[in-house]
Structure formats: C-alpha cells, structure tokens
C-alpha cells in the first residue's frame, strides 16, 4: 500500500470518528432530561414550618433542573424508619438525598454508608457522631445566643431575680444542644434562674405539661414546634404573666408574633436552608469530583412592629409558599 | 542564527517535491473544504440570524398576549372597584344601608373571588367601615399608616396600584399570610347624611399575576420575564427571594426606565436583549430578557447537525477527489514508475496508453531511448576497436625490440661461426615468430604461450652462453586454458637482464604453472639481484622509474594487456627481495581455450 493510500485511508478513518462523535452528541443533546433525582426527607414534612424550606428547594430544582421529590413523613421518625425509607428512595432511582437526619445513635455511620453510593446533604442539625457529612443549616449555637441577647435586650440587660423556662422538641439533638448552649452562654453570670428546661413533641399535646410547670417570668422556645404548641397553649390558657421569646420558622410561630403573644421571633433562614442544600447537591450531580460543603444559613430577628417591614414581609412571602 | 538559518536552506533543500496525484488531490481538497466551510458558515449564520429573529418575535407575541391577559385583570379589579364605588357606596348611605351594601358586596366579592383578596371599605380616619369576606380586623391596627391609604389619600383622583406586599388587615386565624396587590382610591361615603371621604381598598390575590407570569417562565434556555413598576420595584420576577436575599440580581430600574421595544443589555458581564412591554393605566412594565446564551441554546442541536454534514461531504468529497486525482495522475504515474523501472534495467517496456498526451509522452519516451540505446552500442563498439588498435600498437612495440636482440645474437653467432647455434636460434625464432602472429589472434592457449616462452628461452640461453639455467614445471591440466599472448616473455627477458645476466654460471630461471581455484597463475622466478622494497612497489604503478636497464614495455605493458582483456582483479604481483631473487606472478582467469571461448576474449566480453 503505497503512502498516498494509507493518508487516505486514514483521512477517512478519522472522519468516520468524528462523525460517529459528532452523531451520539446530537442524539445525547435531544434526550437531555434532568440532572437527576433528589430525595428529601425531613420530618413532618406537611408542616408549616417546612413551607419556606421547600420552596427554596423547589426553586433550586427548577434552577438547576433537578428533580426534587419531598417525600411525606411523620413528625416522629427512627433511625431504622429513616434508614428504610432512603434505601427504597435509592432503590427508585434517587441520584442525592436531602435529608434531616434523626438524633438517634448510629445515624452517621448509616448516612456515611448512604453517601458511599449517592451525594448527600443533611439539613436542620448534625448527627450525634463525627463525620464528614455536609451540613447546611443557620448557626444553632448563634440562634440561641441570638435569642437570648434579644432577651436580655427586653430586660434592659437586667434579668437579675427573673425566672426562666426552657422549651425543646428534644434535648438530644446536636442542634439542640448547641442553641442551649448558646442560649446558656450568653444568659450566664446574668442572675437569671432556668426553673426547668423541658422536651417533648408538642405535636400530640405535649404542651399541657406547661400548665403542670412552675411559674415563671419568662419562656424560651428553642424550636419552632415548641414555640408554636406554647403559642397556643398561650393564646388558649395564657402563660401567668410569662413573656414568651422562641425560634421559629412556621406562619403559626409569626402568627403568634402578630398576635402579640410572642415577643420576639428568630428566625433562620430556611429558604436559604432548602435553596443553597438543594444546590449544593446539584453541584455535586453536576460535577465530577464536586465535593459537597458545609453552608451556614442566617437568621432574622422579628418583633412585631418589624413583622410587616420589607424584610418581614419577604420571609412570610417564603413560609405561605 | 546563522546555524538556523542554514538549516532550514537544507531542510528545504532536502524537501522532497510533492507527487502529481498529492498535488491534485490537495488543491481538490483544498478547493471543496473551503467551499464547504463557506457554505457551512453562511447557513449557520443564516439559521441563528433568523432563529434569533423568530426567537425576539415570538417573546413579543407572548408578552402582547401577558400584557393583555394582566390588562384585562387589573381592568376587571379597577371595574370592581367601580362597581363597588358607583353602585354600592356613591348611592347608599352607610347609617342606613349598612346591611345592604354588605350583602352586595358579598355578592360581588362571591362573583370574583377567584381574583380576589378582599374588598373594604375605610373611613377617612382608617376604621373599617365594611369587608368583604367578613373578617376580624386586627387589634391595634392603623392602616392610615399603611402605603396604600396613604396614596389614596394624597391622590384622591386616582386609583392606585401597590406593589405586591402581605396583607395586614384582618385576623386569621388559620395562620395564613395572604401576598396581595391593593388597589386603593378616595371615595366619597355618605354617613349619617353627610359626605365625607374614604377609602375603598380592592386586595388582589397575587396569585393570580404570578400564576400567569409562571406560566410564560418555563423556558429552559435562560429566557425569563419579569414585571416591575415604573420605578423598578420588583412586582414578579421568578427569582423574587433569590433576588431579596441578594443571591441573584436584576436590572429591573433601567428596565423600567426603557420605553416599549427592544434594546441591547449588559447586565453583570451578560449582553442579552431586553423586550418591554408597558402595562396600560398602571405603567408597570413587563420585561422579556433573552440572555445571548438564550440564542444560542437551541443551536447546538443544529451546530452538531451542521458539523455532521460537513464531516460527511468531506468523507464524500475525498473519496470523489482520490477517485477524480487517480484518473488524472495515474497514466502520469504509470508512465513515470516505467522510466524509473527502465532505468533500474528491471522493464525495456514504457508505459502507452491514458490520454492522447500521456501517450505520445510514452512513444516519445521509448523512442529516445531505443535511440540512446543505439548511441551506446556504437560508443561501447568504438571503445572496443580503439582498445584493440591500442593493443595492437603495445604488441607492436614488443616486436621490433625482440627481433633487434635476437638477430644481433644470431649475427653475433654467424660472427662467431657458431653456425648449428644459428641455426637453432634461427629455428626456434622462426617457431616464436609463428606463435607470436598466430593467424592474428591475441587469445592464445597456455600450450603455445610456454612453447612461445621455451622458444625465446633457447634463444636467449644461447645468447648468454648456457650462463643461467631455466626450469619449467607447468601443470599440463592447464595447456588448453586460454591466455593473452606475449605475456610470459617479457617477464623472462627481465628476470635475464636485471636477475641472472650479471651472474656467473649460476643464475637460475623457473617458470611454472598451475591451477588455482577459478584462476591460473603462471610465474617467473629467479634468483638474481632483486630489488628493494621500494622498487617493488613502483614497478608496475610508474614505469619511468627502474626501467633503468630495459626496454620501456616490460612488466607495465603486460600488467595492463592482462587487465584489459580479464579486467581489474587480474594481472601481475610481484615478491622481490634484494640479493634474493624475484618471482612475478601473472593471474589469469580459467578460460577453457575453445573457439566461442577465444572469440568473446577478443571482443573483450568476459563474463
């Protein structure tokens, strides 16, 4: 075979290639569905106080053409219960979960074995061990302390002699923990007596318990389940002359802002939370060796007369989507 | 720079020039790609310029239809407006109607309520005089304070349009938020008989605007539409919070700035088209931004399809121009790879045939070179016959020398009265003269060329008195060998005068014979003087030199007569050593002595 021959030849070869490139590219580009498929699963994920947050993970979605499937659970959930309901989430084609993870022991080690397979993201709280999982939720330990600045603002920096109760969805949680913590360090040396400190899910009731609890001079919700369970308990019973503070994310918990029954609203930035959680993860759908990070959220302090301000109005706009 | 520079003279030098079917090829190739190309060019350009075009107008068209959709909306809440102003409140007095105006107010706000928020009606002071649907307003509340009454009240001939907010009017209990749009106007309310103002407020479900706008934001390609006021207050934009919270950004107050048309944009490093479109009465305005990704988009589709055809026209394109370069260059290159085998010696026939002009290139082409090959014959003829005459003259050379000494020896003999010595000499001359002619022929067999060297050997021992003795020892197996004549001779004649003539009875000359491999080596030796080193090695190179004694031919001419007719591997070696002897040994090949033999020897082919 002489050389013209062989150019010749391997002229067309490459063309051949290239065309055959060429050919799956435009096949590929007609049959471009979304990114993927995204699981979130949050508890009571019907809620008020979830309706900001999926909006924002509904607006990420549709940025980024991803396509998010909220799926409906219960307001108490175990980790065998979260751990089977991943598992047939990954079995339906899921691509990434979104998930809040339960406080229980062991969560880490089974998200760390779901994050081998799928990219995953944990929202509201951590998980009782140390792991490398992604978080993105508003500063648990600054929420508390935010809320207890705004106290102690109310108090003229004076709580010298004053009572205090505290109220948690649970006393287990990380998060939790830290907007205790951080509620504590900033109420410390301020003379003030936490009377009791009590957890529950006021979902079913629970809030009864207030009218059995010591009087005292003030209330501290740490979460939006107990703030609006002793919103109503308030509005219903009244709270004897106690001032009720709480962090909360729902339209009940601004409601109760409006209404004056509740003093002082903070509240994260939950759009942000379900908007930057679900980009990140579209992040890591997109991106080869995309790793997802942690994202830190802000929060919003609410007084009724700032309820209806620009700010105010816009996250009202976000938890009535 | 210089060493570059040289270089690359070489490089381009040493560059090969292309062949005739590269060059047609490529300048095919060359030619259709870049036609190709154009065409590829010109059709993408036309494509996108007009998918542009569709893609400006069809925004145009859908935000016409918005804009009138959301027209006819905000028309039907002013015409509630109306409705609940020029025949509910104008006409009836709130002291005595209350109840009346109340249930027709249900009924007009039952009849839109899809649309609708809520309709109420507020003194000049802000206390709610009615609502619709009925409901608590809040404790506290001062809606004097509140943007809408405000307006309404500072431009009482106008209705006025709010940008979209929470409504904060009435007590839900349901925990609802409701994002509305008021529209807001003075009325005039008749009171207990007395005219005083008001306001009458129409809250617009907010939905509904973003559900229209919803509907149009669903393109994929980054196009989207947003509404803004006239001074750029965002009222929809479908990245409302994302904007709020300062993750997104939006252009809305030079937007709101521009009149209805289309203009260029460049907003945070996009270039995009922004298309405007105002609503009536309110002058908010709807804005279409077509980012230029958003052009571009839909054509990658088309970009890949367009390469694709492009990739196989130039598939197509080289196999037609290989086909259309061989038909050109191949009887040009047939009829060069002939010459180039001709000229190897591998093929006498040149290629004919092609076009009528590579044929005639072809009958040209042999023809010259049958005419060279003629040419040669004659030159490689004339070279023979010169070589011959050459020899002849050589041959010539020898013979008068010889007969000048052996007649001087004869007459020296008669002289001497010697007579039987004379006429032996006489006899053996006569045999040396008839093998010296032999019929005319160079090519002698070895048989003769001994007996030629015995003859004169005779000759010469009588001439030098019996003073040498001579010895042959020929192998008989190589007598029928063919052999230059004459050549044994002179190497006696030397080996008498410069080896044994000087010595006294003692001087001895051998001459043998024999076969070596494919050759026949024949040799002279004595045992004379010699001679040095030096002398050895100019004896057959330069014949001016040790010639000091002899006749000018000697060895010189023999070494050549045998390589002219045997070539260059064959001739004369000489072993000489001083006070010794010397031995000069001819190298002949082994040519049988037959008539086919002898006649090719003569025409100087040895094959």
């Known amino acids: 075979m002489n050389k013209s021959a062989k150019y010749f030849i391997l002229i067309e070869v490459i063309l051949g290639i290239l065309v055959v490139i060429f050919a799956s590219l435009m096949l590929k580009g007609q049959g471009g569905g979304p990114l993927g498929r995204v699981a979130v699963i949050v508890c009571d994920s019907d809620g008020f106080q979830w309706s900001a947050f999926k909006y924002g993970i509904r607006m990420a979605a549709q940025e980024r053409g991803v396509d998010a499937v909220i799926l409906g659970t219960e307001s108490v959930m175990s980790l065998e219960e979260q751990q089977e309901l991943i598992e047939s989430e990954l079995e339906n084609g899921a691509d990434a979960v979104i998930v809040q993870p339960v406080s229980d022991e062991g969560a880490g080690q089974m998200l760390e074995g779901v994050k081998k397979k799928v990219p995953v993201m944990l929202v509201e709280s951590r998980v009782p061990e140390e792991t490398s999982l992604p978080v993105t939720e508003a500063d648990p330990y600054g929420l508390g302390g935010a809320l207890a600045k705004e106290l102690l603002k109310d108090f003229e920096g004076s709580l010298e002699g004053k009572t205090l109760g505290v109220l948690s969805r649970t006393t287990d949680s990380s998060t939790a923990d830290e907007r205790m913590k951080g509620f504590q360090a900033v109420m410390e040396d301020e003379g003030v007596e936490i009377r009791w400190y009590i957890a529950g899910n006021f979902d079913k009731g629970e809030a009864e318990y207030l009218a059995s609890q010591p009087k005292v001079d003030i209330i501290a919700a740490l979460d939006d389940s107990s703030l609006t369970a002793a919103g109503a308990y308030a509005s219903s019973n009244g709270l004897e002359g106690a001032v009720l503070y709480g962090i909360g994310h729902s339209t009940q918990a601004a409601y109760y802002l409006d209404k004056g029954i509740v003093e002082c609203l903070v509240t994260p930035d939950e759009f942000s939370v379900g908007y930057q959680s679900m980009s990140e993860i579209a992040d890591c759908l997109e991106k080869l060796f995309y790793s997802a990070k942690d994202r830190m959220v802000s929060y919003t302090v609410l007084r009724r007369e700032s309820l209806f301000s620009q700010k105010g109005q816009e996250i009202l706009f976000t938890m009535s989507q | ?607």
């Open chain 2, 1 to 607: 720079m210089r060493r570059v520079k040289n270089k690359f003279l070489r490089a381009v030098r040493l560059k090969q020039p292309r062949g005739i079917q590269t060059t047609v090829m490529l300048s095919f190739s060359v030619i259709s790609v870049s036609i190709m190309l154009i065409i590829a060019v010109v059709l993408y350009l036309r494509f996108s310029t007009s998918s542009r075009q569709e893609t400006i107008q069809s925004t145009q068209r859908l935000m016409e239809q918005t804009g009138e959709s959301l027209e006819d909306y905000l028309v039907s809440m002013r015409q509630i407006s109306d409705t609940a102003y020029y025949y509910l409140i104008k006409e009836n007095d709130f002291s005595t109607y209350e109840e009346d105006i109340q249930s027709r107010m249900n009924l007009l706000y039952e009849a839109n309520r899809d649309s609708l928020q809520s309709i109420a009606v507020y003194d000049a002071h802000g206390n709610l005089l009615a609502a619709e649907p009925l409901a608590t307003q809040k404790e506290n509340l001062n809606v004097t304070e509140q943007d809408w009454f405000v307006q309404a009240v500072d431009e009482v001939e106008n209705m006025h349009f709010s940008t979209p907010h929470i409504q904060n009017l009435f007590d839900d209990n349901t925990f609802r938020y409701y994002w509305v749009i008021s529209l807001s106007r003075a009325i005039e309310l008749t009171n207990d008989g007395k005219s005083e103002l008001g306001v009458l407020l129409v809250d617009m479900d907010y939905s509904m605007i973003s559900r229209m706008l919803d509907q149009i934001n669903t393109s994929e390609n980054g196009q989207y539409y947003y509404l803004c006021d006239g001074s750029g207050e965002i009222i929809y934009h479908p990245r409302r919070i994302q904007i709020s919270d300062k993750i997104s950004h939006e252009n809305s107050r030079t937007a709101a700035s521009y009149k209805d048309g289309i203009y260029d944009d460049v907003f945070e490093g996009e270039k995009r088209k922004v298309v405007i479109n105002t609503i009536s009465y309110t002058g908010w305005k709807l804005v279409g931004v077509i980012p230029y990704s958003a052009f571009t988009y839909g054509m990658v589709d088309m970009r890949y399809f367009i390469i694709l055809l492009v990739l196989l026209m130039a598939m197509m394109l080289a196999v037609a121009n290989r086909i259309a370069s061989q038909g050109i260059a191949g009887p040009v290159l047939r009829l060069n790879e002939s010459v180039r085998e001709y000229e190897a010696g591998e093929k006498p026939e040149i290629y004919i045939g092609g076009p009528q002009e590579i044929r005639h290139l072809g009958h040209s082409i042999q023809k010259s070179y049958e005419q060279i090959e003629d040419l040669m014959k004659k030159i490689v003829l004339e070279q023979n016959e010169r070589r011959k005459s050459e020899l002849d003259a050589l041959q010539s050379q020898i013979n008068p020398h010889f007969l000048y000494n052996t007649l001087e020896s004869i007459t020296w003999m008669v002289e001497g009265e010697r007579n039987d010595e004379a006429v032996f000499m006489i006899s053996q001359l006569a045999r040396l003269f008839r093998i010296s002619l032999s019929k005319g022929r160079t090519i002698i067999s070895i048989r003769d060329e001994i007996q030629h060297a015995r003859s004169y050997m005779n000759i010469q021992k009588i001439r030098y008195k019996n003073t040498f003795s001579v010895e042959f020892d020929v192998d008989p197996q190589i007598e029928d060998y063919s052999t230059v004549k004459l050549i044994l001779q002179p190497l006696l004649e030397n080996a008498i005068n410069y080896g044994v003539s000087g010595m006294d009875d003692c001087g001895e000359i051998r001459v043998e014979g024999r076969r070596d491999g494919e050759d026949i080596l024949l040799s002279v030796t004595d045992n004379g003087i010699g001679m040095t080193e030096e002398e050895t090695k100019f004896v057959l190179t330069d014949s001016d030199r040790v010639h000091k004694h002899g006749s000018g031919v000697g060895l010189v001419n023999v070494n050549r007569r045998i390589q002219i007719y045997f070539g260059g591997g064959y001739g004369l070696f000489i072993e000489s050593e001083l006070d010794e002897g010397t031995r000069v040994i001819i190298r002949i090949p082994a040519v049988p002595y037959t008539e086919e033999g002898t006649r090719r020897l003569e025409e100087g082919r040895l094959e």
